[in-house]
């Protein structure tokens, strides 16, 4: 997820970075760049670090009071100490990893217009090879900035986006928006009461399309 980031009281030196949300850690790592890009020299602690590969102890510097926020600047919320993240198995960017392959072919999921030009990012469907996992992300995502939303308030469980509702509102948020993306002239002709055009692959079914934006 792409966002802004800045040390806390100092938003004229927001940087944008990507973030992960990760709902197995209990802590926010960043790779070195994060320290050198602020200049932060905080001082270093030791840590035990656990993933699938087993545990190893590294150690890494503390960079304090920094705030994420969204790059719309809709909400905002202060980040906990965040730890260097320098071990042994080294973050890769996706983009130029090889072993990943770059075009994942999802159905119904990627869509183009007339000029060959994405919309709204539902492209970005196409980098999950799964339904399944796909649906999941959004689920999370929506959680995500529910939690951002009402950060005064409880948060909600870690696994409340595995819940059936959960999952049923993302999916619907992903169907909904390949359908603005492909038919966007279609459904505001539905909702200002005007007819269909002539060419239009939906001129004949459009109780269909009625029911589905429904």
Known sequence: MLVKVYPKGKPEQSR?????????????LATSNFCHLFCDNGPETEYVLSSCAG???????????????????????DLPTIIEYKGPHQLVDADSDKEIRPDVQVAKTQTVDQNNVHK?????FSKFSEWRTLVRA?????????????????????????QPDSLKQAQQVI???????????????????????NNSSLSQNRPYLMLMIH
């Open 16 to 28: 944008m970075m990507y973030s992960l949300i990760d709902d197995q850690s209990n802590r926010s």
């Open 55 to 77: 545990k190893f102890t590294t150690s890494g510097r503390l960079a304090r009071d920094y705030v994420v926020e969204a790059l719309d600047g809709s909400c905002a919320f």
């Open 120 to 124: 709204l990012g539902t492209h970005r």
């Open 138 to 162: 959004i689920s999370l995502l929506k959680q995500f900035v529910r939690n951002l939303a009402h950060h005064n308030d409880k948060p909600e469980h870690l696994d409340a986006y595995k």
């Open 175 to 197: 169907i909904l928006e390949v359908q603005m993306e492909n038919y966007r002239n279609e459904i505001g002709s539905i909702k200002h009461g005007t007819s269909l055009h």
